[in-house]
């Protein structure tokens, strides 16, 4: 019985729980190449979630995530980690750049706005998973008034012998006639005279001020102050069937879904399975010591610190605890050393991961093994024009060795460098399919050299175009 209770409550963090480290990192092996370091590290910080979903009630509030800094160059896949292991466990998740932050006191983005925006996020989600659930009522509802639109209701007649009158018959059987007619989309292209609800407030200018929420949410909070003065007002408009149909269905489906069970949710999923991926967390550490006037890196580290070790954040949806969020911060680093952020903040990312280096046989697996392969992608794309792209193994690692050769001579942006090079290669396939005659094109060395023979040769001419 104990076990069964235990499981039940790991069922509320996400599907991830029915997954071991094994099964997280065999799923991320469908999207991102090689990178085993950072997969072991990121499936065993799933799984504690799942294990402290399980722990008995007084200690569970103890047990605080281990934050993951991703130490690499760009183009490795530490972004891509952190998404599919957030979709994979159906974690609110967001990525914010940590040099667009500006301490407190300096016109910007405050780091609380990243909190506020991640609830944002599970508010939609949740929302949308309400809506999914009461879309069914809805449009029988939908129908319905729709109905009522096509077919006006005849004026209430009393009884006579406790029957009802023809004319309510004949009414029904109009109304029934309707239906048939509309769900076999016989009605299409008929209008209806409907009210549409519509908002008489005027435009909100932009203002600028500080409040404690921060500088993020002035523009809504306007929105709801003066949603409140200029009450929401009904226009008739004619519109076709088809149109009205969904309109109203969308407002049936606002009114079944229960906003305060929705905010409940978001706030609840966010401080125990919320996900924020902090990257370029580099270019806010420095070994220089910065005075006067202008924005500090180390007073944005000072500001991010209560945020990553637990605090409350105030929120449109109510305060917001940080004390479970996971946080994986990521950056290059070729500057500055993890060492160089302030103690406090190094202390809050006990896990560090040194990313690999793509090579050769890491960009031929990218552009076979993926899901989302990039070979795959063009020959789906090529395919809707009738167009058949052969890759041969040779083709593909001829793209390879050039990828490589192009980020050892210029700057390294990892697998990024397969963009580039296979859009520069398939160029002229991809404009000149809707007009070719033969509709077969095999890549291989020599075609490859071809598109890209002048380029290579250039080292100016490759350091700006690949």
Same mark, same amino acid.
């Given at each position: 019985?104990?076990?069964?209770? =235990?499981?039940?409550?790991?069922?509320?963090?996400?599907?991830?729980?029915?997954?071991?480290?094994?099964?997280?990192?065999?799923?991320?092996?469908?999207?991102?190449?090689?990178?085993?370091?950072?997969?072991?590290?990121?499936?065993?910080?799933?799984?504690?979630?799942?294990?402290?979903?399980?722990?008995?009630?007084? &200690?569970?509030?103890?047990?605080?995530?281990?934050?993951?800094?991703?130490? +690499?160059?760009?183009?490795?896949?530490?972004?891509?980690?952190?998404?599919?292991?957030?979709?994979?466990?159906?974690?609110?998740?967001?990525?914010?750049? =940590?040099?667009?932050?500006?301490?407190?006191?300096?016109?910007?983005?405050?780091?609380?706005?990243?909190?506020?925006?991640?609830?944002?996020?599970?508010?939609?989600?949740?929302?949308?998973?309400?809506?999914?659930?009461?879309?069914?009522?809805?449009?029988?509802?939908?129908?319905?008034?729709?109905?009522?639109? %096509?077919?006006?209701?005849?004026?209430?007649?009393?009884?006579?012998?406790?029957?009802?009158?023809?004319?309510?018959?004949?009414? $029904?059987?109009?109304?029934?006639?309707?239906?048939?007619?509309? %769900? /076999?989309?016989?009605?299409?292209?008929?209008?209806?005279?409907? /009210?549409?609800?519509?908002?008489?407030?005027?435009?909100?200018?932009?203002?600028?001020?500080?409040?404690?929420?921060?500088?993020?949410?002035?523009?809504?909070?306007?929105?709801?102050?003066?949603?409140?003065?200029?009450?929401?007002?009904?226009?008739?408009?004619?519109?076709?069937?088809?149109?009205?149909?969904?309109?109203?269905?969308?407002?049936?489906?606002?009114?079944?879904?229960?906003?305060?069970?929705?905010?409940?949710? =978001?706030?609840?999923?966010?401080?125990?399975?919320?996900? &924020?991926?902090?990257?370029?967390?580099?270019?806010? $550490?420095?070994?220089?010591?910065?005075?006067?006037?202008?924005?500090?890196?180390? +007073?944005?580290?000072?500001?991010?610190?209560?945020?990553?070790?637990?605090?409350?954040?105030?929120?449109?949806?109510?305060?917001?605890?940080?004390?479970?969020?996971?946080?994986?911060?990521?950056? =290059?680093?070729?500057?500055?050393?993890?060492?160089?952020?302030?103690?406090?903040?190094?202390?809050?990312?006990?896990?560090?991961?040194?990313?690999?280096? %793509?090579?050769?046989?890491?960009?031929?697996?990218?552009?076979?093994?993926?899901?989302?392969?990039? &070979?795959?992608?063009?020959?789906?794309?090529?395919?809707?024009?009738?167009?058949?792209?052969?890759?041969?193994?040779?083709?593909?690692?001829?793209?390879?060795?050039?990828?490589?050769?192009?980020?050892?001579?210029?700057?390294?942006?990892?697998?990024?460098?397969?963009?580039?090079?296979?859009?520069?290669?398939?160029?002229?396939?991809?404009?000149?399919?809707?007009?070719?005659? $033969?509709?077969?094109?095999?890549?291989?060395?020599?075609?490859?050299?071809?598109?890209?023979?002048?380029?290579?040769?250039?080292?100016?001419?490759?350091?700006?175009?690949?």
């Amino acid at each position: 019985m104990a076990n069964k209770t =235990a499981k039940d409550k790991a069922a509320a963090a996400g599907k991830i729980d029915f997954l071991t480290p094994k099964e997280i990192i065999k799923e991320l092996d469908k999207y991102v190449i090689g990178q085993d370091k950072a997969k072991k590290s990121v499936a065993i910080a799933l799984r504690t979630r799942f294990r402290r979903n399980s722990v008995p009630d007084d &200690i569970r509030e103890d047990i605080v995530p281990k934050n993951i800094l991703l130490i +690499g160059p760009t183009g490795v896949g530490k972004t891509e980690i952190a998404r599919r292991i957030a979709k994979l466990s159906d974690s609110p998740f967001i990525k914010v750049e =940590a040099s667009k932050f500006t301490e407190v006191g300096y016109m910007g983005r405050d780091v609380e706005s990243m909190v506020r925006d991640l609830v944002e996020t599970a508010y939609m989600n949740e929302k949308t998973k309400e809506t999914e659930q009461v879309i069914d009522k809805a449009k029988q509802n939908a129908e319905e008034l729709l109905l009522d639109l %096509l077919v006006a209701p005849p004026p209430r007649a009393p009884k006579k012998n406790g029957q009802p009158e023809p004319e309510k018959n004949s009414y $029904a059987n109009t109304r029934e006639k309707f239906r048939k007619m509309f %769900l /076999e989309g016989k009605l299409d292209d008929r209008f209806v005279e409907m /009210e549409i609800k519509s908002s008489a407030r005027p435009p909100i200018p932009v203002i600028e001020i500080f409040s404690q929420s921060g500088i993020d949410d002035i523009g809504q909070d306007f929105k709801d102050i003066f949603s409140n003065i200029f009450p929401k007002q009904k226009k008739v408009e004619k519109v076709r069937v088809p149109e009205a149909y969904e309109i109203l269905a969308r407002e049936e489906s606002e009114r079944l879904v229960d906003n305060d069970k929705v905010v409940q949710n =978001a706030v609840q999923r966010v401080e125990n399975s919320g996900l &924020i991926f902090v990257d370029e967390i580099d270019k806010i $550490a420095s070994r220089e010591k910065s005075y006067g006037p202008d924005v500090s890196r180390e +007073g944005v580290q000072r500001d991010l610190l209560p945020i990553i070790e637990g605090s409350n954040v105030m929120t449109k949806y109510g305060i917001v605890k940080t004390d479970h969020i996971l946080f994986i911060a990521a950056g =290059a680093f070729h500057v500055s050393k993890p060492s160089d952020l302030i103690p406090e903040l190094q202390g809050r990312f006990p896990i560090r991961v040194e990313m690999d280096s %793509l090579s050769k046989k890491d960009f031929v697996r990218i552009l076979k093994e993926p899901k989302g392969a990039l &070979i795959k992608q063009y020959y789906e794309l090529l395919k809707t024009e009738n167009v058949s792209i052969n890759f041969t193994e040779d083709g593909i690692e001829r793209i390879a060795e050039i990828a490589e050769e192009v980020n050892i001579k210029t700057e390294n942006i990892g697998a990024r460098r397969l963009h580039t090079i296979l859009e520069k290669v398939m160029e002229d396939v991809s404009f000149e399919a809707p007009y070719k005659a $033969a509709k077969k094109v095999t890549v291989d060395t020599d075609y490859v050299d071809e598109r890209l023979k002048d380029i290579i040769k250039d080292d100016d001419l490759s350091r700006y175009i690949l």
